[in-house]
T-cell receptor
Framework: EAGVAQSPRYKIIEKRQSVAFWCNPISGHATLYWYQQILGQGPKLLIQFQNNGVVDDSQLPKDRFSAERLKGVDSTLKIQPAKLEDSAVYLC?????????FGPGTRLTVL | QKEVEQNSGPLSVPEGAIASLNCTYSDRVSQSFFWYRQYSGKSPELIMSIYSNGDKEDGRFTAQLNKASQYVSLLIRDSQPSDSATYLCAVNRGGYNKLIFGAGTRLAVHP
């Protein structure tokens, strides 16, 4: 069974630029999550989708971050404009029930 | 008070010893608990889940849960150098399966 796919794996941008990340969950997993992991910290949930609906985006900085999950499968997370403090690894996870499985992540560096 | 607390370590144990990793959580309504292993530069990998009080064993790993005391632990028997990683404790408070992660404990197993 294929795992969670993410791209790109690495991205370097300058502050105030925009960036987008893509995630394809495990086949059949209805729930998809985007996490932000800053160096030395645990992952922090940004947004959670159940099929193509948002069930939790309480920690998403909505003035600069947006996410969508069209057709209830793939998802994209966008940052516009990026700030220095957005430098982190962005992890996508999916679940069928309780257990969440993570993709390889995208390491974002904002200069 | 952080919602999920872990000792950051490093916890250093000799090869073949038992490594004991601890985690406490603040929300009494938490329902399910997970341990993830994260190698440097990689994404978290689920190694154990536990839902009820007591012990759950899987190979060299044993998860222990005590809801009255609000702690969960992970024991790794016969520790190997390949177990050297950061171990993340995650707590699910129910509802929409939102996970709250601790900052992780770094384990170093030396030959």
């Amino acid at each position: 069974e294929a795992g969670v796919a993410q791209s790109p794996r690495y991205k370097i941008i300058e502050k105030r630029q925009s960036v987008a990340f893509w995630c394809n969950p495990i086949s059949g997993h209805a729930t998809l999550y985007w996490y932000q992991q800053i160096l030395g910290q645990g992952p922090k949930l940004l947004i959670q989708f159940q099929n193509n609906g948002v069930v939790d985006d309480s920690q998403l900085p909505k003035d600069r971050f947006s996410a969508e999950r069209l057709k209830g499968v793939d998802s994209t997370l966008k940052i516009q404009p990026a700030k220095l403090e957005d430098s982190a690894v962005y992890l996508c996870a999916s679940s069928l029930q309780n257990e969440q499985f993570f993709g390889p992540g995208t390491r974002l560096t904002v200069l | 008070q952080k919602e999920v607390e872990q000792n950051s370590g490093p916890l250093s144990v000799p090869e073949g010893a038992i490594a004991s990793l601890n985690c406490t959580y603040s929300d009494r309504v938490s329902q399910s608990f997970f341990w993830y292993r994260q190698y440097s530069g990689k994404s978290p990998e689920l190694i154990m889940s536990i839902y009820s009080n007591g012990d759950k064993e899987d190979g060299r790993f044993t998860a222990q849960l005590n809801k009255a005391s609000q702690y969960v632990s992970l024991l790794i028997r016969d520790s190997q150098p390949s177990d050297s990683a950061t171990y993340l404790c995650a707590v699910n408070r129910g509802g929409y399966n939102k996970l709250i992660f601790g900052a992780g404990t770094r384990l170093a197993v030396h030959p």
